[in-house]
């Protein structure tokens, strides 16, 4: 099935979907990487209700346009390096989409069967596609760990193909191939 | 943006030495920023064969994200992926190269030129802090490989040196009596169990010699070998068709989705092992391989067939 969601995506729609699915997002995503989740979960502070909204491993290239930042080559990184962190940033944030490439363990598996979330792979590589999808940055937390590991606040607009890798019912076409 | 032409290389004479310095800083960081918007010619030409070979709809479906994504990057002039690496460059040096002193100095100015220019991302991290430097700039970057030969010629293999693709890499010594059998079976366990966060279809090095750093450096060199190169010697090359056959059997294919093929080359480099030891070394290259090779003559002019 292929889906095209909106920020924020309710349980219902996150719980809808299945393992092989496509998705084109619209909205909010944020992106964070190993040090932002450290963070996010020991330090906390950042003010930012992320309920409903899309988590994208990412350590993007971003420029200074005049006043606005400009979004130049944004594709996903693994997944599987921020799964010790997923788990509680799932259930802290109820976050409902995260987007990165490769596969996520049990832990994170689990905690998309709790909390109603999915796991999405973007096509890894495929940054200026993926920047293309990106209308506007929306601002920037924590650029003091750098420019791969700060948050990074994205509009996005049609962001895709992500394919649903772990689903909310066991799902997990990583692990099954 | 295009290589540079010939009559735009080198307009400043040999005798002034630093003038001389800077435009050949200046058209090697042009040559950096091309390599981080454009795959070269042999890499680009098997994605698209492989992509036109692919029956799987979900691997079709990356492949097309792929093709348009070289696309963007080539109209846009934009970095094919964010993450450009730490620069490398793989110098074989004649002795008698006129600008030989002064190589290190363009090499890291280049890089640094191209960092700002294409832009390229702050990949330089310390190891003990976690501080990202902010300017591609520290210890050992851009990393810089030498090799002197004779001659009044350079040879530069320039290569984005990822973090994703490299994540799989490792370099042990194995006894003589696990010897190639066992290396064979840890390089089809780690591309399974790692390949897939390296950015699949990958580009495979592997690395035989008498110890770990030796098999780790032939690996890197290996995985710099153009695509569809042979090594010369034919058990080498018989290990670079069985690891190819084994490898694509694992249906990796692209971002993971499966598919027909997993890599798009493996190459091996070897030296001689010692009676006591059979080192064994694995470098893994991305789907987006962004590595150039470019010869310097005496006269400074800079040429490169690895782009149209």
């Known amino acids: 099935m292929e889906y095209h969601l909106k920020t924020p995506i309710d349980e219902e729609t996150v719980r809808k979907l299945r393992t092989g699915d496509i998705l084109y997002i619209t909205g909010r995503m944020v992106t964070l990487r190993d040090e932002g989740h450290a963070r996010f979960l020991e330090e906390g502070g950042a003010d930012i209700d992320l309920k409903g909204m899309v988590l994208y491993h990412c350590g993007p290239i971003i420029t200074k346009d005049g006043d606005g930042l400009e979004v130049v080559s944004a594709g996903p990184t693994t997944s599987m390096r921020l799964e010790k962190f997923e788990k509680d940033f799932i259930k802290k944030t109820g976050i409902s989409l995260i987007v990165g490439k490769g596969g996520m363990g049990e832990s994170t598996a689990e905690a998309c069967r709790e909390y109603g979330c999915v796991h999405g792979i973007f096509p890894g590589g495929c940054a200026v596609a993926a920047a293309s999808k990106i209308k506007s940055v929306g601002g920037v937390i924590w650029e003091d760990l750098g420019m791969p590991e700060a948050m990074w606040i994205f509009d996005a607009e049609e962001f895709g193909p992500v394919t649903v890798n772990i689903d909310t019912v066991g799902g997990n076409l990583m692990k099954r191939k | ?308």
């Not at chain 2, 450096?217 to 153009?226: F, H, I, N, V």
């Not at chain 2, 069985?242 to 030296?271: D, H, T, Y």
Request: overall charge negative; glycine content about 10%.
């Open chain 2, 1 to 308: 943006m295009k290589v540079p032409k010939e009559e735009e290389n080198m307009k400043a004479g040999i005798e002034n030495g630093t003038k001389i310095g800077k435009d050949l800083e200046s058209v090697l960081a042009r040559l950096l920023c091309l390599l981080a918007t454009h795959l070269p010619k042999d890499v680009a030409q098997r994605i698209r064969e492989m992509a036109e070979k692919e029956n799987d709809g979900a691997a079709k479906k990356v492949y097309d994200c792929m093709l348009e994504n070289m696309s963007l990057a080539d109209s846009l002039a934009r970095p094919l992926c964010q993450d450009t690496g730490i620069p490398n460059f793989y110098v074989k040096a004649g002795a008698d190269f006129p600008l030989l002193g002064s190589l290190e100095g363009i090499l890291k100015g280049a890089a640094a030129k191209a960092f700002k220019d294409a832009p390229l991302r702050p990949n330089a991290v310390d190891p003990f802090t976690s501080k990202n430097t902010g300017n591609n700039e520290g210890p050992l970057a851009p990393y810089i490989d030498w090799q002197i030969v004779e001659g009044d010629e350079v040879e530069i293999t320039a290569y984005l040196c990822g973090g994703g693709c490299s994540l799989p890499g490792f370099a042990l010594v194995l006894t003589p009596g696990e010897g190639i059998e066992k290396a064979k079976e840890l390089i089809v366990d780690k591309i399974l169990e790692k390949g897939v966060n390296a950015c699949p279809p990958l580009v495979i090095g592997v690395g035989i010699g008498a110890s770990a750093d030796i098999a780790a450096k032939l690996s890197k060199k290996a995985l710099l070998r153009k695509i569809g190169t042979e090594n010369g010697n034919p058990m080498a090359k018989d290990l670079e068709k069985e690891l190819f056959e084994k490898l694509n059997s694992l249906k990796i294919g692209p971002s993971g989705m499966g598919g027909a093929e997993s890599v798009l080359a493996v190459n091996v480099e070897f030296g001689v092992r010692h009676p006591a030891t059979f080192a064994v070394a694995l470098a893994t290259g991305c789907w987006a391989t962004r590595r150039a090779t470019f010869r310097i003559g005496k006269d400074l002019k800079v040429v490169s067939e690895d782009f149209d």
